[in-house]
Structures are given as C-alpha cells and as structure tokens.
C-alpha cells in the first residue's frame, strides 16, 4: 500500500505565495506521473499540474505562468509552488501518483485546503 500526506496549505493574501508538498511513502517500486488536482466548493475535481517521473511539465491554462510543480525523486516527494495567487485558487488541493512497474496503480492524497482573501 502506498500514503500521499499533503502539506503546506493555508490562508494567503491574493498575489501570496504558497508552497505545497506531498510525499509518498510506503511499498513504492517506482513513482511514475504525479499530479495535483483542485477541488472548489460546489465544483468538480480539476487538474492543476502533472510531471513525468523525467520532469517533464503541463499545466492548467488557469495557472499556467504563476504555478511550477516539481519532484524530488529521491524524497518521493512532490511541489506545487504558488505564486501570483488569486481568489479563485481557493480550493482542496490534492495530489496523484501513478505508481509501479508492471501493474500500476493511482494513489490519492487527503487533501490540503489552500484559502486566497481577496
């Protein structure tokens, strides 16, 4: 079985800065794509930012140019630095990983709550 533990979430004022982490333990073979996602009050899950276990990057058009996500493999861990934040980046933030070699399996975090006052 395999843990993502969320953290780094908060209250920041708009055009604040966050740092969010997210770290995997337990039986991990291999880490492949991990993401994080965003859930608002009243709306669906959305993707915010995946990486290739390469390093490789995509990103939300909304958060394009003020978010970077990034991994350190040798921590499992995964980051989503927030920059240039805006009232409507309030959501549950959560994070994804693809894990395994030859069956693979997707792990979801608990959630950390990310609060933007306008």
């Known amino acids: 079985q395999v843990q993502l533990v969320e953290s780094g979430g908060g209250l920041v004022q708009a055009g604040g800065s966050l740092r969010l982490s997210c770290a995997a333990s337990?039986?991990?073979?291999?880490?492949?794509?991990m993401a994080w996602y965003r859930q608002a009050p009243g709306k669906q899950r959305e993707l915010v930012a995946t990486i290739t276990s390469a390093g490789s990057t995509n990103y939300a058009d909304s958060v394009k140019g003020r978010f970077t996500i990034s991994r350190d493999n040798a921590k499992n861990t995964v980051y989503l630095q927030m920059n240039s934040s805006k009232p409507e980046d309030t959501a549950v933030y959560y994070c994804?990983?693809?894990?395994?070699?030859?069956?693979?399996?997707?792990?979801w975090g608990q959630g950390t709550q990310v609060t933007v006052s306008s």
């Open positions: 337990g039986r991990i073979f291999r880490i492949n794509d």
């Open positions: 994804n990983a693809n894990v395994g070699i030859y069956i693979r399996n997707v792990y």
